[in-house]
């Protein structure tokens, strides 16, 4: 079955070549959504395998988003990772007290960005 | 008067007077008492020119200046520029004082002025204030330049903190950009697929700098543990086996036997002994000595630490030339623009020995080799 991947980043740019990039090399499907607010609408709608989220986005940030998603039963049990070229452990340290996943830094290879979404679905279905 | 001679270590001991006196019979004299009251003549001048020329090549602790001399330059032209030149004290010895002359004199901030006829006490007395007072002078540079470097290496964290994540976006696009067209164009064109390794390398480096940047901005907390300086310096220099091919270098240990603990962060300490083990091994492509020494100092005045250990690592390389050996610890000063040297390396280094109480030394010769020390004290 294709899983379902969405990706949440102001950076359409960026997210364009996640998207061909991961889509390329895997069976994933990608849904992107540019701000946080419609992110946590997509979750909930479309119930994602596994969130991409970044930290620094205008309107609600990703921590933010990642609080909600968490404390919402929809998708509490959606893993997220968080994407983020915020490089500070203090962010580091609230996301992964918030639950998500894992925390990767931009910028970041395709196939290690696959290994670890790859690594994270494994564990959490 | 003959000619005394002094040997070598008589010389690194005694304070080194240069002379300058046109009047051979005076300049006999100060030389006399120079030698009573244990100080070593390194050389006599009797003109002002002669006076720069001597004070360059010879270095001499101090100069003791007539003001009227013969040839053009007078002894205060002389004293202006081997004050701003070479940073050597300078004594006024001389027969005038009127007004006009001590104004004169007043501009090339002399460290004491002597009207002749002298006596050995009162000579004595003035150059050892005036040597003293120099070598406070030259701690007082130090520390503030040590404390402007460390200002600017703090606003450069607090800027680079701020940036970081609006240069690692754009570069996220561009590294996702060239693998978009590694994927799509690289197996049309061999060329094409060089050029987008190219822009992914330079993606890294890039990446790379941000993150070294960021590590000025962090505040450091030591955790420290007791550790072995050899095991560590062991330790470190295996991982260069997997790295940097040290085929034509030769390297040499020479650990203090005693066991001797340090407290220390241990990551950081290790980056400090990679970061200098790599410059050394950098500065000798085509083979050498690698030194690594560790032992005991005693306190000097610039540490309040009962005992001190320095770790040494030499290298015979080509060595730095002065000029760039005064800018070695600014961050992004590098001679390695050519192998992609990001200049932060001592500069970090520099920070990361401080944060422990210690300090980082870098000695060179040019064309003879380069020495790193890397002083911290005992727990």
Not at chain 2, 159 to 164: D, L, N
Request: contains cysteine; positive net charge.
């Amino acid at each position: 079955m294709m899983e379902k991947i969405l990706i949440v980043d102001d950076e359409e740019d960026f997210c364009y070549f996640v998207k061909k990039n991961l889509e390329a090399i895997s069976n994933y499907k990608i849904i992107i959504a540019t701000r946080g607010r419609k992110g946590i609408q997509i979750a909930r709608k479309e119930k994602p395998d596994l969130i991409l989220l970044d930290i620094m986005m205008p309107g609600i940030g990703g921590l933010e988003v990642l609080k909600k998603l968490k404390g919402n039963e929809k998708t509490q049990n959606i893993p997220i990772i968080m994407l983020t070229a915020k490089d500070e452990d203090k962010s580091r340290i609230k996301a992964l007290g918030s639950f998500c996943d894992d925390y990767i830094i931009k910028p970041v290879e395709n196939l290690v960005l696959k290994g670890k979404i790859h690594k994270v679905l494994s564990i959490t279905k | 008067m003959a000619e005394v001679k002094y040997s070598i270590e008589e010389k690194m001991k005694k304070k080194q007077i240069l002379v300058v006196e046109d009047e051979r019979i005076a300049a006999e004299d100060i030389k006399m008492s120079l030698h009573r009251l244990g100080y070593a003549v390194s050389g006599a001048a009797i003109s002002g020119k002669e006076a720069v020329k001597k004070a360059e090549d010879l270095q001499p602790d101090l100069v003791l200046m007539d003001i009227v001399l013969v040839g053009e330059m007078d002894g205060i032209e002389a004293s202006a520029l081997i004050r701003s030149r070479f940073d050597i004290p300078i004594v006024y010895l001389t027969a005038y004082a009127d007004k006009k002359m001590l104004e004169r004199a007043k501009v090339t901030e002399p460290f004491g002025y002597i009207l002749k006829p002298f006596d050995d006490k009162e000579l004595c007395s003035i150059l050892e204030i005036a040597l003293y007072k120099h070598k406070m002078e030259r701690k007082l540079k130090k520390t503030q330049q040590e404390l402007i470097q460390s200002e600017k290496l703090a606003a450069l964290g607090r800027f680079s903190s701020g940036i970081a994540h609006e240069i690692k976006n754009p570069l996220g696009i561009i590294l996702g950009g060239s693998e978009f067209l590694e994927m799509k164009l690289s197996r049309v064109d061999p060329e094409i697929k060089t050029a987008i390794k190219k822009i992914k390398e330079s993606t890294f480096r890039a990446d790379r700098i941000v993150k070294d940047l960021l590590k000025f901005s962090r505040p450091s907390i030591l955790k420290t543990e007791r550790i072995d300086p050899n095991g560590l310096i062991r330790e470190t220099l295996s991982l260069f086996k997997y790295r940097t091919p040290l085929i034509e270098i030769k390297i040499k240990t020479h650990f203090a036997k005693e066991k001797m603990f340090l407290e220390i962060d241990k990551s950081q300490m290790q980056q400090v002994f990679f970061n200098l083990l790599l410059n050394a091994i950098e500065s000798m492509p085509n083979g050498g000595l690698l030194m690594i020494k560790t032992y005991k100092m005693a306190p000097s005045e610039f540490s309040f630490a009962k005992k001190l250990c320095v770790i040494e690592i030499a290298d015979t390389g080509e060595g730095i030339s002065k000029k760039n050996l005064q800018k070695i610890f600014e961050p992004f000063f590098t001679t390695k623009r050519e192998i992609k040297g990001t200049g932060l390396g001592l500069s970090m280094s520099k920070m990361l020995v401080n944060n422990h109480n210690g300090d980082l030394v870098i000695e060179s010769k040019p064309g003879k080799g380069t020495t790193a020390k890397i002083i911290l004290p005992f727990c």
